[in-house]
Every structure is written in C-alpha cells, then in structure tokens.
C-alpha cells in the first residue's frame, strides 16, 4: 500500500504570503496525484488532478508540480478564501484498485 | 445542474445496518465510476469504496471488505452504499464521489471532480 505524508501539518501565513504545501509517497506514483482543499462542513474541491493540471474554475494562483514521490501545491499569492484543509491523494492498481490521502495540511492565517 | 446528493445516513446501534443512496444529475452517469468517501470527525478522508460506471467492478478498502457492498443502477443515476455489521468506527461523513472520467467502463480514473455535500452516519448504543 502507498502510503502519502504531507507537511508541514500546520502552515501560518498572512495574506498575500506564497504558500508550499508538500506530499511525499512512499514509492514511485509517477504523476497520479491529486490534491483537494477543503473547508470546514464543505465536500472537499478538486483542485490539481495528474499533479500539475488545474481543474476546471480553479484559479491561476494554484499550482502543482512534482513527479515519482515529491510533489508541491503552490499558491502563489494567498487570499482570505485559501486558508483550509489540503489533501492529496493518489490511485493505485495495487491490486485491486485503491485510492489514499494523505493525511492533510491545514492552511491557517498567521 | 450538475451534483450528487446522499441520503440515507443516521444513527445506528453497533451491528445494524444503514443503505447510503447518491442521486447524480447534469451528466452522462453511466460514463463515470463512483466512489464512496468517508470522513471520521476531526479526521481525514478516507476512501471506502469504488464501482466502474459499468457495474462490473467493485473494490473496497480493507476496513469495510466483507461488511459494505456498493452498487448502482444506471437506469436511476444512483450509486449505492450497503452498511452491514456496523462499528462505531464506522461513525463518519460519507461523501460520493464521481471520478474524472477519462478512462473506459471498466475502470477508474485517478481523481473524483465532484463531491456531494455528505451524509453522516453515527454508530453508537
């Protein structure tokens, strides 16, 4: 099983700030990686699918990178709305077929 | 309007069972696998189980392997999610999840694009 390890678990920043969030798999994912925010009582919101392609109506400042076991969500410039929960996940034909998040960073103001 | 709206959850003694349902609308159900998400309280997500848009494959996390069975009847644009044997760490937000879709009837994508807004099921006595 691949198991995702995000950090840090907490991240304070002001306003304006740019913002890193990493997640580490436990082996080679290739570029299977999604990432999700999500904020309190709301379903989470597909934000990078294939680790750097935006989904549809997510803004520019996100971005993802990465490939095989490090990856980054970037924001380049935070506003109010962005402070939330962040997950990525990834899908694995083990088999069977398995989905895992990692276990989250929560993006709060400073 | 594209979503998905659960129903179904409530509370339940330890060893009951529940029925999940999730109603798709604004868009082509058959061409999409479904998946169920859980999400314990003050925890993170968990996939719990996933269905191709054609039925014939189904797959489930080890916690709920023997217990849970997903299903779906394209001719209603509903994925299902039967509960048996149920534990009180079972106590969670459920959500549906479609996956992007990029794949055939036999498969699964890598990511879900959209969510319902959840339904919590609570085992407790």
């Known amino acids: 099983e691949i198991v995702l390890t995000q950090s840090p678990a907490t991240l304070s920043l002001s306003p304006g700030e740019r913002a890193t969030l990493s997640c580490r798999a436990s082996?080679?994912?290739?570029?299977?990686l999604a990432w999700y925010q999500q904020k309190p009582g709301q379903a989470p919101r597909l934000l990078i699918f294939d680790a750097s392609n935006r989904a549809t109506g997510i803004p520019a400042r996100f971005s993802g990178s990465g490939s095989g076991t490090d990856f980054t969500l970037t924001i380049s410039s935070l506003e109010p709305e962005d402070f939330a929960l962040y997950y990525c996940q990834q899908r694995s034909d083990w088999p069977p077929p398995m989905f895992t998040f990692g276990q989250g960073t929560k993006l709060e103001i400073k | 309007e594209v979503q998905l709206l659960e129903s179904g959850g409530g509370l339940v003694q330890p060893g009951g069972s529940l029925r999940l349902s999730c109603v798709a609308s604004?868009?082509?159900?058959?061409?999409?696998?479904m998946s169920w998400v859980r999400q314990a309280p003050g925890t993170g997500l968990e996939w719990v189980s996933g269905i191709s848009g054609s039925g014939v494959s189904s797959f489930y996390a080890d916690s709920v392997k023997g217990r849970f069975t997903i299903s779906r009847d394209n001719f209603k644009d509903t994925v299902y999610l039967q509960m048996n044997s149920l534990r009180a760490e079972d106590t969670a937000v459920y959500f549906c999840a479609k996956d992007l879709g990029r794949r055939d009837a036999y498969s699964f994508d890598d990511a879900f694009d959209l969510w319902g807004q959840g339904t919590m099921v609570t085992v407790s006595s």
């Open positions: 604004g868009f082509s159900f058959t061409g999409y696998a």
């Open positions: 082996q080679s994912i290739s570029t299977s």
